[in-house]
């Protein structure tokens, strides 16, 4: 069967040898450690909702590599019902964790790497698309999770990979042996590489001839030789540490970033999918960006579900409910989550078939879904920092609350609407706050902002794909001017 | 054959004794006069196009009534496809004309009565879906034009029908004969009436039983005995009126609203598709309303490319194409259109059949639709404005520029980059005056604010559809909150 | 006496014999022209204002130059309480008129000048100081409108003046003689000057030394040899030749720009205030605009503060005023242009002393002040559109109300608030047109972008203004970054 | 010696006896406390910068009460000037801080309470004015910190404070004696109160007779008998309690909130300034929170400076400084701050005399000025945070920096420009971190929507002083409506 359960995949976790470093000390358990559990534990909502009849259709598909049911996260999109469904997904984990949870960057990336190594193969004879999908094959068969890694270092921005000072701000390929190819470098924020099985790597930008041994992707398990991480901080990331559970806003789940160090790794022929092509480096990206740019169009949607929720009680419990000026706000980010879900939608059914039978979104519209995800959030989290009132960024502790003799007075004087639990309004209070400030806002918020490309490569790409020389066509025709 | 070609529908207009006023006159005959044709012309497009064969497929359909091919404009939405294509045909007429092209509002009330009257029947066991479809036959089998007309005049708007000062403020039933009804009263701001054959009567908001003299829906040639019109003033109108091409901005194209009075209209009883069914005054609003928000997500796209389109090519006349802030506005008016178009295209792929088999948008998400058209166009037109330079508004007239003594200083002193004929950087600018400043900003502009509803309509829509309890248990579930 | 009343302002203008083209004929007697005469009015108001008591504080000083009782706008500058004066008075006239009442330029002009011309002698030993203050003072003797003009038509704006394929496409020396020089060029959208007495000419841009001979200021009348006007054609302009006053919006008062046409026109050395010192180009551009930019803080939201009125008065003649949406956009509208203010108040509370002792604005918060006065008027207007409703811009026409048939389904169906005459709900909407898509949308909109530069020039200022230096010396200090 | 230095200040904090609580516990030495300190630390610099000579005269001022030197936070402004230098301290204060320095709460107290004690005496004949003053010569002689404690924890904010079901949930007398009155309830989030000598009570509503008993002011010292604290969770306060310096982001500054209640408070009657004259309390709101709305005018300013700078450095050290999106963004943020000081400027320059002699801010454009701060530092910061890039939320701790080995791989692949310590560009990105996200964030973000007064409070005033009347006035007038 090739579905796992959640508690399948968290056991599975176990098995890997991963070498993980935080606070300067090397994490013998990461499955139990109290900081990264919560983010194994919204990966594996992806595997708990599969199983579950009433998300069936949304969480899994029929494989056209092996035609059998498998995890959506897993799947190549045939149809632009597909890509419709895996928005759907996205917004329905986004609601049940209100966090990122972290596995569509492998999606994203199985589903670029397989029309690109088919046009690859096309042009130049080689074997990729095979050695491809013969990977993705496994990976479905064991439902395993896959990091993308895409974001190198990047150092002096303004240089290419090969003029760096140092050659390694970029991955590249350092040895080529007959049984494969040695790399070096480093992924910079890697979103769930610590909860993944494999990680599949593919160059950050566009390249040209003398940056070619920087044109490579490949695979290779997390616990692969030479491989590392060090845990990256998030705001607020010590209250998983904490005891009790109001405190930390959403106790459960959690995102997770994390710097991947390849230090001189090995990868054998059979995981390498890209091998110097440098000029598919940039149609690697733009469809690997594209797709991940499409995905925000839902994940962000459900926890801005969530958020809005949150907002939307505490005004219950504050008793303002029905002020006009907080329904009109609430108007509001309901507005713009809406219009982030509908640029979600629009790339999705406006999708076309690749030559390798993969369906690709809509590039336009995917990137400006994207663009408003840069700026939607924020005033989504504004808004909600207004109507929550101070109290989000003032409350006392939970240990306050509970402490026997202090706990009355908190009790007492943050009563909200009466017949509500004060408790009851705290927790909610600390989810805003977790969302807005705290660790799920590193998500929510400045991932907004940077995951799958910052602002301006969207501007980029708007650009390009914009066509405006028809634009200016419609114009002349309309005022008689001939071109 | 079902098809008119555009020519044919002007001829067909002069069959009409239609009774139209302006500047206090009656016009003798509107095809021909100088402020109407341009807005005729427009909705001629609508039938040029569908004679195009690279046009055929979006702007004709198969007739789920006759089985014919009909201009698209006339037919029932069979599928979430039909919407979809919709929205196109809307951007591609917007593009080719520049301005409203008046029949979206006929197409959109032939959806909305056809899903509700069927509804009405099955409640009351009326016959008003057959009577309706039998009237919607006529018109494909004749291609014609109807307007839809729901606006009515609502005096003081803090009042309802039966409680103006004035009965006839809503359009109100003031008699029931055998053979049919007589009606009086006014719908506001028409779109296209006088460039229609018929016009399809709603009521504009939900009724209670007391109002129910009002809650009325029917349709009668626009010819027919005491109806009257008293066109609308636009901006720049009496531009028309001049000689010369390039003042106008768009000489060729215009859009139409006009006062329309019933003064006491008999409808026969096939022509009655609500009578009294207050009940249903509700329903029918907010679908036709849906429909129509919709519908902005196409054409105001459509006329935003050709605002982006003179933009662009003002840029490039006065040697700023290249200067980074010149592109990033270009890139900004880009994104906020294809917002609009994402949310046009989402609110249609999200559709669902109703009971009468025509597919409805997903009402949600066309009301985020319309409400970024309040606001989104304003700010394409304000950059549009930046770019293109205060020249727009302080240009001389376009006699200056033909005299044979002063041309040549105009020619001389407002010539851009050289090589580019002065005179198409002058109709350039006109153009984009004409677009945010005159005729045609009223429909850009103020009909995007107004049409299909002001903003508050919109947003009453989006609280009601917001589903704000299942949001509020989305965030109980991850903070532990039972309910 | 040095103060004229508006009625010697206007019999003045019929002394001149100036040469004003319009639709390619000369207007003979603009004076009386009726798209003209509303221009005028609006200057004759800075006349009026300056005769009434209760506003002689801000409508007039006690020059410096002669110690006699002046018009401000005359006036320099000799506090900070001058410049904050200046703001308010420019606030009431915007009130008082509804529209740019264009005296502002000159007064912007006299200052910037007063301030250059004595640095410019102090370097190179010249005399323009004296000139211009010997000029002043028979402008403030007989209270005369002088035109500052300083914008050329630039051709290819990627260009420089001495690039340009027509070397005229900046306004230029073409002779030196001995009892002055000879000018030819153009200076585009000048703001009333064919109301004006005087035109002050100003260099549009820093220069080079290769540009020299376009390093130029001088004044001349307006009825000078070799000078003339193409009036500049505005949204609705022919409103005003027609019948009727409701149309029009604000039939009284209106804007004025016109295409100025320097035809070898000769300017005897007293009236030269710089020739060829091009190292001084800049910063009289940089002053002038930084004056100018203030005046925006005071004239525009003289101008906000009628459409609000207008806005918050057609809402309750629609019986929407106590609705909380319409408060909310109300108090929005006030809160924008209030805003505005404090932007004027605040770079003319923090102004400062030149060397010649006139007082110079605070330049970046002078900038900062434009540059939202590129974007609230939009906002404002577009809200005003809102809750005017479409009805606006589909209104019949004042004959239609007028007809004796026709007006009584106006007056019946028009009808809002039972008790307010429809009249007047006519009148305001029509007001509403006119400042946000007719002749005072001209001033109030896309003047507010470009006038006194368009934001790209703020955006220079203030990125040349900011400090960053010091503001990243703070951060090194808190982080304990050594420099 | 009326001005204690930094020091001293602290040396002074010690001798109080407060009852603090934090995570359940009595914290018995505040003064050290490594979440505390930093909080102390930034209040401590108002003695520090008042004892610099180049700051004398922003940070002190010659009392009106005894001649002598104060510091300025202790100061009644005696003019207009004295409001503007109050606003120029402020944004000094934030710029070498980064955080809130707390000292302003007193500050508005003083001023607000000076002139409504003056006018409650003149109604009442009462001595409120002269007990009030005699009070603030002590604070300014010995140069104490005082918490202006206004916000109440309100409840069901439905309800006024007699209707809720607890009638503690507003602070109010309990019992009145001949030498004073007791008081109970709460203060919730007071900023600063840990670090003051005394608090300043103020009631925070406009109330009715029926509320007559929480209309109550007074002052007593922060360890009197009864009071005591519950320290408010701060977003990322617990990084304050680990070792090094660079994850603090803002290592030796920070702000503070606590919850603070009046457990059967003894106040005798020197010190109660108001005592159930509850037509004044609305009086005292209204100018407290205009004077506190006008702090923000220069406060969040300053530690927006902050925040531009180190992004401006980010920039640099990124290698992309150059870029034109990038100078753009800078741009913006630069404007956008600066409109706030525009704002706080303009309210202070604008102000008057009220009849104690004490100058109030104009209250229509403070209130604009606070409206704005709930916008725009969340714009900056999202624009921060946009150029920061997303390593900012994904950075490895200090600890992993600091590790024999794997700070190697820190300091290699962090690396950005080359020759710019990996170090510097952790510490800036920490910093920014803080700024919008961690705690530093609380203050710049959410105590700027809320401190002084939520949105929709400024809203309600705007309206009121908006003065709408006057306005319709001026449309009526222009289109020649009667009144």
């Given amino acids: 069967m090739a579905l796992k359960t959640g508690q399948e995949y968290i056991e599975s976790l176990r098995q890997r040898n991963i070498k993980v470093f935080m606070f300067g000390e090397r994490v013998e358990n990461p499955v139990d450690h109290p900081i990264i559990r919560p983010s194994i534990n919204a990966v594996a909502m992806t595997y708990e909702l599969a199983n579950q009849p009433e998300y069936e259709d949304l969480l899994t598909a029929t494989s056209n590599l092996t035609g059998k049911r ?22 329905l984990l986004g609601q049940k964790t209100g966090v990122c949870f972290q596995r569509c960057v492998g999606m994203d990336a199985f589903n670029s790497i397989d029309s690109v190594t088919y046009e690859i193969d096309q042009k130049y004879g080689t074997e990729y698309h095979q050695r491809f999908r013969k990977f993705l094959a496994y990976i479905q068969e064991n439902d395993l999770v896959v990091d993308g890694a895409m974001t190198d270092p990047k150092g002096d921005r303004s240089l290419p990979p090969s003029k760096q000072a140092d050659p390694d701000l970029f991955l590249r390929i ?32 566009a390249m040209r001839e003398e940056d070619k041994d920087y044109a490579v992707s490949f695979a290779v398990p997390t616990d692969a030789k030479g491989l590392f991480f060090i845990y990256g901080r998030q705001s607020c990331d010590t209250r998983s540490l904490e005891e009790g559970d109001i405190d930390k806003g959403n106790a459960k789940f959690g995102g997770q970033e994390a710097l991947t160090i390849f230090d001189n790794v090995f990868v054998p022929w059979e995981r390498v999918f890209m091998c110097r092509e440098y000029d598919f480096a940039g149609l690697l990206v733009e469809r690997f960006a594209g797709y991940h740019r499409q995905s925000y169009g839902g994940c962000k949607v459900g926890v801005g579900d969530v958020l809005i929720g949150a907002t939307a009680a505490v005004a219950q419990f504050n008793g303002v409910e029905k002020a006009s000026h907080i329904k009109d706000k609430l108007v509001e980010m309901v507005h713009l989550n809406e219009t982030l879900y509908s640029c979600g939608i629009a790339c999705s059914a406006e999708g076309n078939r690749t030559a390798s039978g993969t369906y690709l979104i809509n590039l336009l519209l995917a990137n400006v879904c994207k663009l408003n995800v840069t700026r939607f959030p924020y005033e989504i989290a504004r808004l909600a920092q207004d109507i ?11 240990k306050d609350f509970r402490h026997p003799e202090l706990g009355k007075y908190v009790e007492k004087y943050l009563q909200g609407v009466a017949g509500i639990p004060t408790e009851d309004r705290l927790r909610l209070l600390r989810l ?28 980029v790409v708007i650009a390009r794909q914009a066509n405006m020389e028809k634009k200016k066509e419609l114009a002349f025709e309309l005022v008689g001017i001939e071109k």
């Fill in 70 to 91: 498998v995890n959506r996260f897993t799947h190549l999109h045939q149809s632009t019902e597909d890509l419709v469904k895996k928005v759907k997904m996205q917004r």
């Fill in 432 to 459: 805003i706050e977790n969302m807005t400030l705290g660790r799920a806002a590193v998500g929510y918020l400045t991932e907004s902002m940077h995951g799958a490309g910052s602002p301006q490569a969207m501007r």
């Fill in 388 to 398: 929550a009132g101070g109290l989000m960024v003032t409350l006392p502790s939970e």
């Fill in 174 to 205: 350092v040895e080529e042996r007959e049984d494969g190819i040695v790399v070096r470098g480093a992924k910079v924020h890697q979103t769930g590489i610590v909860n993944s099985h494999e990680v599949l790597v593919m160059p950050t930008i």
